[in-house]
């Protein structure tokens, strides 16, 4: 099916934003620039024929494209609501061509016509996710939601469907060979796959490391097959002709590969999501390099390379477009004073004599400005980081956020919580409750919270912050007891309370996850032995949330699960443990828990029947239901609470 429709060109916007940063152990030149729309999460780049760098904006159901000559920036709204723009393609003629993870559809944009054309794929709620050319008629696509490699006609508009081996295999990037043969990588069924382009068969190829997560795959100038291996914390090399693979280590397990590229010399450039910082192997010395970037929390989810061998990409956590230029990575001993001249900063000479610059923080420190010492340029504030203490620069509208998920603490003032009155938000049941502290496991004393009356009531597991158990949650804990619940408010650190974001951070990193599960687990038998509850529930905020998901793949004798933004896991197979409903809440604008994980966890617990409630309320950020919290939102936060309530009392009995 095709459907032609208008183009509505938005306003054509200026912006820009260069950075410049210096790292002890290498110089490379990196310049970003913001792009006009807020918040529009850009996913995926690549450079088009003209040297025009095209991107997706998932949030903002935009493509866009930026001029690296005059710093402009147009918009292209795509008519179909919700679409989600993913990857995105350009042809020889200029067009672009994108996926409609959001709508089932691949686009095509005509830059000079300004007219946008959508063919449906023949499964609807395909999740078309990733797009590459094999020649000038053939466009191959991954369909991620369901395990499908797509192959479109441009010619005719005809799209043929080609399922992968492994069930639920999530393919997600895919590349060409010379042949015109697609190969893919499946991020859940952990293989590398290959559809002949002639006969349409289906193979599939195990790396050595199980479960290792390949999610991007891009070929060098030899044929050879380079992938991301996200789980593992590697990338891998594959020969098509021996069926030969290759695993290289990045610095970190948790290092999250995802991006990778090859740029016109062979050397192969990726993405690591979990550190924040690029790596590039040097095929010629098996080398890999790695380089920390400028922007707290970079996100980069594509990798493309310019005639000149530049690195493009997409800041999708801070909404930039970002440009490596190749040409300045040296090493420490190659490093000259002609970095403070290059074009790093992208500012007019107007706004230099309104703004006062300094050195990235790394140099201050080099420079022996002691951390808490270090200035940062007008418009930015200080903070360490949370993993090593190292100083940095970020935006004030980051802060909360940052700190709140643990990647940032303050160096002065300390975090602090503003006063609040939550009693109208949570408004106090019909029951008169009782509260005190029960020592549940080892070291750690629960807060109590149940009715007053006797009698047989249904139980929740109640999880704090990163704060710790603090008088907030305990106040939550009552207000849900009011409402017939005998609540036990866990406390996973063991009587440890942060006041200061430092605090958190000490507390929080002096324990392991297996730690937290046997409490929560424990904390389960308890309520089941002492108070014999009809069923038991559990709840938990942002971190809570997370920990609120962890007992429910934990624990089978759960009832209900409540998660206010907290880390998700997507992989359906993992999700398949859980038997009773799931209420999910979370947040337009939170970057760290994004539209696109919430959907892919929805996605994953409709595929294996899970009954579930999931609301994503817009225009908030993560942390909108904490009253005391800048971000706080009273009217979501009502109707989070309503939500919350109802759903406790059609689940739990």
Not at 33 to 58: K, Q, R
Not at 60 to 83: L, Q
Not at 529 to 543: A, E, M, R, V
Request: proline content about 5%; aromatic content about 10%.
């Amino acid at each position: 099916m095709r459907l032609k429709s208008l183009l509505l060109l938005t306003a054509v916007l200026f912006s820009f934003s260069g950075i410049l940063q210096s790292y002890a152990d290498s110089t490379i030149t990196i310049n970003e620039w913001d792009i006009p729309t807020l918040d529009s999460a850009p996913h995926d780049v690549v450079v088009g024929t003209n040297g025009m760098i095209w991107f997706t904006e998932i949030n903002a159901n935009k493509i866009g494209m930026f001029n690296p000559d005059t710093e402009e920036f147009k918009e292209y709204a795509i008519p179909t609501p919700s679409s989600r723009p993913h990857g995105l393609v350009t042809d020889t003629l200029g067009n672009v061509w994108f996926t409609e993870v959001g709508a089932g559809k691949i686009g095509k944009l005509n830059p000079q016509t300004e007219m946008i054309e959508e063919f449906s794929t023949p499964t609807a709620n395909s999740g078309p996710h990733t797009p590459i050319f094999a020649d000038e008629n053939t466009l191959w696509f991954t369909e991620q939601k369901a395990s499908q490699i797509g192959k479109l006609d441009t010619t005719t508009g005809k799209i043929q469907e080609f399922a992968t081996i492994t069930e639920s295999a999530n393919p997600y990037g895919i590349i060409t060979d010379s042949d015109g043969n697609a190969w893919f990588a499946e991020l859940r069924g952990h293989n590398i796959g290959r559809v002949d382009a002639v006969t349409g068969e289906v193979t599939e190829y195990s790396p050595p490391t199980e479960n290792s997560g390949p999610r991007r795959i891009a070929i060098d100038s030899n044929g050879i097959l380079w992938i991301t291996q996200y789980n593992a914390g590697k990338i891998a090399s594959f020969d098509p002709k021996t069926n030969n693979v290759i695993e290289y280590d990045t610095s970190s397990e948790s290092s999250g590969p995802y991006a990778i590229w090859v740029d016109p010399d062979d050397n192969v450039w990726f993405s690591m999501t979990g550190i924040y910082k690029i790596g590039k192997l040097d095929q010629t010395t098996q080398k890999i390099h790695e380089y920390d970037l400028p922007s707290p929390q970079t996100h980069i989810k594509f990798i493309h390379s310019d005639a000149n061998g530049n690195i493009w990409f997409p800041n999708y956590n801070n909404n930039k477009i970002g440009v490596i230029l190749t040409d300045t990575v040296q090493t420490k001993e190659e490093t000259t004073a002609k970095m403070q001249d290059d074009k790093g900063s992208q500012i007019t000479s107007d706004a230099k004599q309104k703004m006062a610059h300094f050195a990235p923080p790394l140099k201050q420190i080099q420079d022996g400005i002691e951390s808490t010492n270090v200035t940062c340029t007008e418009g930015f504030e200080l903070v360490l980081k949370f993993s090593n203490g190292q100083p940095a620069c970020i935006k004030p509208s980051s802060v909360e956020k940052l700190i709140e998920r643990g990647w940032a603490i303050h160096v002065l003032p300390d975090y602090e919580k503003n006063e609040n009155n939550n009693s109208v938000i949570f408004a106090t049941g019909n029951f008169e409750v009782d509260t005190t502290d029960v020592n549940y496991f080892r070291n750690s004393n629960g807060y109590l919270a149940k009715p007053a009356a006797e009698g047989e009531y249904p139980g929740v597991i109640m999880i704090h912050e990163w704060w710790g158990l603090n008088d907030n949650v305990k106040q939550m804990a009552e207000k849900l007891a009011s409402h017939g619940y005998v609540v036990l408010a866990v406390d996973l650190y063991e009587g440890q309370v942060g006041t200061t974001a430092d605090e958190a951070r000490q507390i929080r990193s002096s324990f392991e996850q297996s730690q937290w599960t046997e409490n929560m687990n424990t904390a389960v038998s308890y309520l089941e032995d002492q108070h014999t509850p009809s069923s038991i529930g559990s709840i938990g905020w942002c971190f809570g949330g997370g920990q609120s998901l962890n007992l429910a793949l934990s624990n089978e004798n759960m009832d209900a699960t409540v998660i206010y933004y907290g880390q998700l896991v997507t992989d359906a197979e993992e999700l398949s443990k859980i038997d009773w409903p799931i209420l999910g809440i979370f947040a337009e604008l939170d970057s760290g828990i994004t539209p696109e994980t919430v959907n892919e966890f929805e996605y994953s617990l409709d595929k294996v029947g899970i009954q579930n409630d999931i609301t994503i309320y817009p225009e908030v950020n993560h942390a909108f239901a904490n009253p005391s919290g800048d971000r706080y939102a009273p009217e979501e936060s009502k109707d989070a609470w309503q939500k919350t309530l109802e759903f406790f009392e059609q689940n739990l009995s």
